[in-house]
């Protein structure tokens, strides 16, 4: 399907950022099944963490014109046949500067950060990788044990020289086995999560609106009940964890409607993004005690404001975006994506090609 990419030698632009480098991604390249003829590379983003974060959120919010490319990418463009892409947006204007541009490589899921209907029209293969699906649903679990066993409040106890072992939500602490999970998304994310509450035997609900039920069976996942309205998944469950991407449609989907349907003994967790929800909503209930606890990974805005009504709640876990932060997963995600190009150069194995059913190849 991608033959082109071992047939003729190809000129190859990689654009880096703080969390994967250039060099990483050369060496992947190089050590691929693609016929390299010369790499270039140029730098997107701000220098921290924090900053780039911060216009990935933008750019995953409002598309790929919302934050400028690199400036210097243009003098590369003019005989560029292979963009490898982190989290940089390519906006229509790189597209239409790159005349030979055959394919896009981009080391992540998501895929907001790219001009979809541009590379349709230029009949563009986007190739794309999961690399922290596990990271965030292991992360996912933790957080389930964390603030259902109220782990934040005895460290910071305990960091205050106090043994006590009477927290706020003391009375509805309870083993995984006896609760029901609630996964709102059933995706990439939500189903690395279902795999892994499985073995602690308790009843997974959920609701995901386009769930992909021959994925779900793939994956041994018979055992979840597919729910059609998400409210029944979110009076019913324990522990209620979003896991859908963050479009226009989804918005500030959980509502202050959504945490008055919650029990009162429940959880919420949210390991997938802040503008998925409506934060002064969850910040009344949790004040008021009207559900257990929160455990949360992303906020409507990073970084999260130390005047935020979220500082100093009894009842929360709090942690700074992290989820998809491990070691084997970001820094290395170049390695992982040009094996699923190998799997498509040697064995035909489409699965990655994110836009496929909108190009002929
Ligand atoms: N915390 C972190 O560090 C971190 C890292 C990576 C990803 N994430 C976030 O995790 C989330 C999930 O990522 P993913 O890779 O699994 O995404 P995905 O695109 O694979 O899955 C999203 C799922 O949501 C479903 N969906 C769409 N609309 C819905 C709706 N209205 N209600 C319920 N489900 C709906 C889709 O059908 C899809 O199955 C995203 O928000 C992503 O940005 C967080």
């Not at 802040?274 to 008021?288: P, S």
């Not at 064995?347 to 990655?352: A, K, L, M, S, V």
Request: charged share 25%; aromatic share 6%.
């Amino acid at each position: 399907m991608l033959d082109f990419l071992k047939e003729k030698p190809m000129n190859i632009v990689c654009i880096e950022d703080v969390f994967v480098t250039a060099s990483e991604m050369e060496n992947s390249i190089r050590n691929s099944k693609v016929n390299v003829n010369k790499v270039s590379s140029v730098f997107w983003g701000s220098d921290t963490k924090n900053g780039t974060q911060k216009m990935l959120l933008n750019v995953e919010t409002h598309g790929p014109e919302a934050e400028p490319y690199p400036e210097d990418l243009e003098k590369y463009l003019g005989d560029c046949d292979v963009l490898l892409t982190h989290i940089a947006p390519i906006p229509s204007a790189v597209i239409e500067k790159a005349p030979q541009l055959k394919a896009i490589l981009t080391c992540r899921g998501g895929l907001e950060h790219i001009d979809l209907k541009k590379c349709a029209e230029r009949n563009i293969p986007v190739v794309n990788v999961i690399r922290n699906a596990i990271p965030v649903a292991e992360m996912t679990i933790g957080f389930m044990i964390g603030i259902s066993r109220c782990f934040g409040f005895a460290h910071y106890e305990m960091m205050n020289g106090r043994w006590n072992r009477d927290f706020p939500n003391s009375g509805f602490s309870m083993t995984l086995s006896n609760m029901k999970i609630g996964l709102i998304g059933l995706g990439n994310i939500g189903i690395e999560v279902a795999k892994r509450l499985k073995p602690f035997e308790c009843e997974i609900l959920a609701y995901d609106p386009f769930a992909d039920k021959k994925r779900l069976e793939r994956n041994g996942l018979d055992n979840i009940k597919l729910i059609e309205k998400m409210d029944d998944v979110i009076s019913q469950a324990d522990i209620v964890s979003l896991h859908m991407r963050l479009v226009p449609e989804t918005e500030k989907i959980f509502d202050a409607r959504c945490f008055s349907l919650m029990k009162p003994t429940a959880y919420f967790v949210n390991t997938a993004r802040g503008g998925l929800m409506d934060y002064d909503a969850l910040i009344d209930v949790l004040k008021r005690h009207a559900i257990a606890g929160a455990a949360l990974d992303v906020y409507n805005s990073e970084p999260l404001d130390p005047d935020s009504g979220l500082i100093g709640l009894d009842n929360v876990l709090l942690t700074p975006h992290i989820g998809g932060q491990t070691e084997d997963a970001i820094p290395k995600a170049p390695r992982l994506l040009m094996k699923e190009v190998d799997k498509i150069i040697e064995n035909n194995i489409t699965e990655r090609i994110a836009n496929l059913k909108d190009i002929k190849l």
